[in-house]
């Protein structure tokens, strides 16, 4: 199979485990961890690429070529050094614990659990211009409010269900091994979380 | 003898037991009807968990939590 069909594959395959990680996520992670390609990492990049242009487009007052600005160019680095610091942790730690697996199939099942992160960060960016924010506490700005934070909520439990079933099937742990990654992983990333909101890159961890 | 049909049961039954199940103990049974929930079509129980989440933080907080959403709207 040459490299363009490769591609394409992956991109049919991608687009297949993006639904089914909405409606059946534990026979999908099974199923991609089992068979998947890192090069379904490809369209996850795009689509990370493609909501880091946006952002830049919303944050960035000005007519340059976005492609080109710093901003651009400063989330696009960190969201990938994220990534890699953020696999390579949960690799080192799961194995150090009796996990089995490979680090690639690993970061690929990682990999998926960014899709509830870019939509939440969509969301708030398009909401940012539709209703950009102070909320008020009247009555229409507290229901609103709620139905964001509900929104937030699910999309945060979803992404903890995807890293979870991650960690199940890409390092074959259990969950109380699963327990002991987290804890140890925790204040790593808590730390790092840290450091990018004090370089103002993300204020809210896109991890 | 080996027909398509039994080799692909022999391929699925190698992928399901590839993983050894989850035990917890006594908690079990319990853990197994929730993750029972979750393992197909999750969304009503997540969004159910965050609605109590919420009504729970209003209480809490009251309208403060618009403060909140001001913080997390200005997050990205």
Same mark, same amino acid.
């Given at each position: 199979?040459?490299? #363009? ?18 409606? !059946? ?17 490809? $369209? ?8 880091? @242009? ?15 600005? !710093?901003?651009?160019?400063?989330? #696009? ?8 610091? #953020? ?14 697996? +490979? ?5 690929? @099942?990682?990999?998926? +659990?960014?899709? $509830?992160? &870019? ?10 211009? &539709?209703? $950009?924010? $102070?909320?008020? +506490?009247? +009555? ?12 937030? @909520?699910? &999309? ?15 390092? !074959? ?12 992983? @925790? ?13 103002? #890159? ?6 | ?23 917890? *103990? ?29 009504? *729970?933080?209003?209480?809490?907080? *009251? ?14």
């Amino acid at each position: 199979m040459d490299r #363009v069909d490769q591609i394409l594959v992956s991109g049919v395959a991608f687009g297949k485990n993006s639904l089914g990680l909405i409606l !059946r996520p534990y026979e999908t992670y099974r199923r991609i961890v089992d068979r998947g390609s890192v090069v379904e990492l490809l $369209p996850i990049g795009l689509l990370l690429a493609g909501y880091f @242009a946006l952002a830049s487009l919303v944050k960035e007052d000005t007519l340059r070529p976005f492609l080109l600005t !710093r901003q651009f160019m400063v989330l #696009v680095g960190t969201a990938g050094v994220s990534f890699f610091l #953020v696999s390579a942790t949960l690799w080192t730690v799961g194995t150090i614990v009796g996990g089995k697996g +490979t680090f690639s199939r690993f970061v690929l @099942a990682w990999g998926y +659990t960014m899709l $509830p992160t &870019i939509a939440w960060f969509l969301m708030t960016s398009i909401l940012y211009l &539709i209703l $950009p924010p $102070p909320r008020t +506490t009247r +009555t229409l700005g507290v229901a609103f409010s709620m139905l964001y934070l509900v929104i937030s @909520a699910t &999309i945060l439990f979803w992404k903890i269900l995807l890293g979870y079933l991650s960690l199940r099937f890409g390092l !074959r742990l259990d969950l109380g091994k699963i327990v002991v990654v987290a804890i140890v992983a @925790a204040p790593i990333f808590a730390l790092y979380s840290f450091a990018m909101y004090k370089l103002g #890159v993300f204020k809210v961890p896109f991890l | 003898m080996k027909t398509k049909t039994y080799a692909r049961f022999v391929k699925r039954w190698e992928e399901v037991t590839d993983l050894p199940p989850q035990t917890l *103990g006594p908690l079990t049974r319990p853990y197994k009807k929730l993750t029972k929930r979750l393992k197909v079509m999750p969304w009503p129980w997540l969004v159910g968990i965050s609605l109590i989440g919420v009504i *729970g933080l209003y209480m809490i907080l *009251g309208s403060a939590i618009t403060f909140l959403v001001t913080l997390l709207q200005r997050g990205f």
